[in-house]
């Protein structure tokens, strides 16, 4: 099998930007996606009539977006609006960036589905288990962590600890959504949703976007601030269960693994050289899974591996410093690739990791992605 | 009385003769006649040759649990008198998964790869609902 090793370190994440997060009916996905570009074009500098790429995920139009932006690129992609999409939109932009098919990429995700009440289940996601009332992708992650728990003797005292780090982290953010202090028993007493899950294992969802700008590590030393390179990136799909939409009956684990070979490798690093994860946190099991695909602790260890704050700012592997999905913003994996950025740039305040050189950002889902970012 | 939780959707062919086979009391699968390949949820090609020749077959109804959950919250307004309410998630003998519930109340005792065995609701004149019960050993 041929590999993206060639490409280590040649590409750089350049600007960032992120709006607001919260309930903002009075704000389209397009005046969302302005702001959160007009934020990332600020932040590097760059003239933004030499963005040449562009990447929509989840804004419902790629044309109208560019006819907001006045942009008229040469390489245009849309990703859908999944969860699963950051970690492979910032690696087909690597790709457009390193064959000349774009020198600068923005990648713009927007989402309003607060303000217009989305809620993932039902007959906003038909499947053919609608006439036994399965449904949502919450129900999915419910059937694996009872079987997380069947398996290894996971409790849910232990995946609370996965919510109150993040809810930690996200005290320290201005920027959070969630403000309010949390404990171990808070989760536990939380009210019941798809059980075993509660309330405190599901995500936000909140409206907000945010924007990426990306182009080769040559062409980044002429911006504004220092480049933070893609070391390393790996990938592995799993469809074969996919009619049990969002579920795998053993977490991902093979597929985690593959990923973890690949990302770890062509960055020439291993779990212990990470000094900050961002794990795509959907639901706080997916934490779990992710933890003992990529290697952090061994398979079925996760529980007491996260146990006494293992995920807090201060402990073995700060994990989700901005509060992720639970307790930040709920902007599908691509704040938590901005978090990365900021971390690198030593920007992230009163969460900032000390000595932060490597972050990893991991999605352990049906599209099971990994990047691993480096300062230059 | 009106049947107020979701129905198969009438214009979801493919899933017809599941259907049809659940009403006369018969869990099906799907099964290749190329390369005898079975899988449930069907498919218009066989995943593993892609042939379109694909028969429906009768199985044994028996599986093995492999998970549970228990909703508490209702995504459609039929299931709100049923709340709390649960869904099983079961791998048939023939080998395919199978997300369903359990007949009648949750079974005290429940563990992954406990013996299980389908059965069959009728819910209207038309229409008819596979669901599981626990072997009793």
Redesign the interface.
């Known amino acids: 099998m041929t590999s993206m090793d060639a490409l280590k370190n040649k590409i750089a994440i350049v600007g960032v930007g992120t709006t607001e997060y919260g309930n903002f009916p009075q704000f389209s996905d397009y005046a969302l996606g302005a702001k959160a570009f007009k934020a990332a074009v600020e932040d590097c500098g760059i003239d933004k009539n030499r963005i040449d790429g562009l990447v929509c995920c989840r804004v419902p139009f790629y044309a109208r977006m560019g006819e907001v932006l006045g942009l008229n690129p040469r390489w245009t992609l849309q990703m859908p609006p999944h969860g699963r999409m950051s970690g492979m939109a910032i690696i087909e932009a690597m790709l457009a960036i390193e064959t000349g098919a774009a020198d600068y990429v923005a990648l713009i995700y927007t989402n309003i589905g607060r303000s217009r009440r989305v809620?993932y289940?039902?007959?906003e996601a038909?499947s053919?288990?609608?006439?036994?009332?399965?449904?949502?992708p919450g129900?999915a992650h419910?059937?694996?962590f009872?079987?997380h728990q069947?398996?290894y003797g996971t409790t849910t005292r232990q995946l609370a600890e996965v919510s109150v780090a993040f809810r930690q982290h996200a005290l320290l953010n201005p920027d959070a959504v969630m403000k309010k202090p949390m404990t171990i028993e808070d989760h536990e007493e939380a009210?019941?949703?798809?059980?075993?899950l509660r309330l405190l294992d599901y995500c936000l969802i909140n409206d907000g976007a945010v924007c990426v700008i990306m182009t080769s590590a040559e062409r980044a030393r002429d911006l504004k601030k220092p480049p933070v390179l893609i070391s390393g990136v790996g990938a592995r799909d799993a469809f074969?269960?996919s009619?049990?939409s969002n579920f795998d009956?053993n977490f991902w684990y093979a597929e985690a693994r593959d990923t973890a070979d690949q990302v770890y490798r062509m960055a020439g690093v291993g779990p212990g050289d990470i000094d900050g994860l961002m794990c795509y946190d959907n639901f706080s099991p997916t934490v779990l899974f992710s933890l003992e695909g990529f290697g952090f602790c061994g398979r079925g260890e996760s529980g007491p591996y996260v146990e006494g704050g293992t995920l807090g700012l201060h402990g073995a592997l700060p994990t989700n410093t901005d509060g992720g999905h639970l307790s930040n913003s709920y902007m599908q994996g691509w704040a938590l690739n901005v978090e990365a950025v900021r971390q690198l740039r030593g920007e992230s305040g009163a969460r900032q990791i000390k000595d932060c050189n490597i972050i990893q950002y991991v999605a352990v889902t049906p599209c099971t992605r990994s990047i691993i970012y480096s300062r230059a | 009385m009106t049947y107020t939780?979701?129905?198969?959707?009438v214009d979801?062919l493919l899933?017809q003769p599941f259907w049809e086979n659940a009403r006369a009391h018969r869990l099906s699968i799907q099964r290749c006649e190329a390369c005898g390949d079975g899988h449930f949820?069907p498919s218009p090609v066989c995943?593993h040759c892609l042939s379109e020749e694909q028969t429906w077959e009768p199985v044994s109804g028996r599986g093995t649990l492999?998970?549970?959950?228990?909703?508490?919250?209702?995504?459609?307004g039929g299931?709100i008198p049923?709340l709390?309410?649960q869904?099983c998630?079961v791998r048939l003998a023939e080998g395919p998964?199978i997300?369903?519930?359990f007949a009648g109340d949750k079974p005290e005792y429940l563990?992954?790869g406990l013996p299980v065995r389908a059965v069959f609701q009728d819910m209207t004149e038309h229409?008819t609902?596979p669901k599981f019960v626990v072997e009793q050993s």
């Open positions: 809620n289940g039902g007959d038909a053919i288990w609608d006439p036994w009332g399965f449904t949502s129900a419910a059937m694996m009872q079987m069947n398996r009210r019941p949703i798809v059980e075993p074969s269960q009619s049990i009956e | 939780k979701p129905l198969p959707p979801d899933m949820p995943p492999l998970s549970w959950v228990t909703f508490h919250r209702a995504y459609w299931f049923d709390p309410y869904c998630l998964l997300v369903a519930n563990a992954e229409f609902l």
